[in-house]
């Protein structure tokens, strides 16, 4: 299995926006009239530049050997044996075995797709359902 990696569609384009919308800000932070505005808009600057980095970078990556989610504060590695199912809530949500969840911040329903009543979330959800049962399947026969 070749690595898939899921990510809400309207995620490819915020990371980015932010990223330049704060190369914008730290570049006009020279412009200011005065000391505190440049201090105020070199601290926005950089807060944008940080979460368009950490939104660039969510992700959930899944190989045949595992799944990788990664989180605006946190990565985590979930090998498939561990993996009870997944769930569509606010966002995808991976039940393990012990019963614990881990939810997914870069596969959420679009807005567009909520209003319809089936989500980005919702399709993740399903293929990776019918992919934990293959797996299931192959290792029962």
């Not at 190369?23 to 005065?34: E, K, M, N, Q, Y």
């Not at 201090?39 to 807060?47: T, V």
């Not at 368009?52 to 989610?69: D, F, K, P, Q, S």
């Not at 504060?73 to 769930?87: H, M, Y």
Request: proline fraction near 3%.
């Amino acid at each position: 299995m070749a690595t898939k990696k899921y990510k809400n569609p309207s995620h490819h384009f915020i990371g980015p926006g932010l990223i330049l919308l704060a190369v914008i800000t730290l570049l006009s932070a020279g412009d200011a009239p005065d000391g505190g505005q440049v201090a105020w808009r070199i601290g926005i600057g950089l807060a944008v530049l940080v979460f368009g980095i950490l939104m660039a970078r969510t992700a959930v990556n899944v190989t045949a050997i595992e799944i990788t989610v990664r989180n605006l504060a946190s990565t985590k590695v979930i090998s498939w044996d561990r993996i009870q199912g997944f769930d569509n809530r606010i966002s995808l949500v991976i039940e393990l075995t012990d019963g614990s969840t881990v939810h997914c911040t870069a596969v959420q329903p679009t807005n567009v797709s909520r209003v319809k009543g089936r989500g980005y979330a919702q399709r993740v959800a399903t293929d990776l359902t019918a992919e934990l049962a293959a797996r299931r399947g192959r290792h029962e026969g």
